[in-house]
Nanobody
């Protein structure tokens, strides 16, 4: 059972940056795909970014492309989400997810393990 713990959320103004971290309880090997999703109040959970094992493939939702960057450090069992040029519409609870396969893509159903979430609030 992989446990994931997110950190780094907070309240910022539009245009600011934040870096989210997700620490895994077990080794995040090259066969563990990782991703970030988010859920705004009253909305469904939506895909933000995904990264394959080794990190050779990164994919992003159109709404964050060019502003967010997903990366991983398997030596630290950690995945990151660097968020730049934040907008009020980025306000949501951000969740880290893991799947025991090389790459899992943007589908919520593909991920087996989830963190508890970290709140990101962007004021205008």
């Amino acid at each position: 059972q992989v446990q994931l713990v997110e950190s780094g959320g907070g309240l910022v103004q539009a245009g600011a940056s934040l870096r989210l971290s997700c620490a895994a309880s077990e080794r995040t090997s090259s066969t563990v795909a990782m991703a970030w999703f988010r859920q705004a109040l009253g909305q469904e959970r939506e895909f933000v970014a995904a990264i394959s094992g080794i990190g050779s493939i990164q994919t992003y939702a159109d709404s964050v492309k060019g502003r967010f960057t997903i990366s991983r450090d398997d030596a630290k069992n950690t995945v990151y989400l660097q968020m730049n040029s934040l907008k009020p519409e980025d306000t949501a609870v951000y969740y880290c997810a893991a799947a025991q396969q090389m790459y899992a893509g943007p589908r919520v159903e593909a991920y087996n393990y989830w963190g508890q979430g970290t709140q990101v609030t962007v004021s205008s």
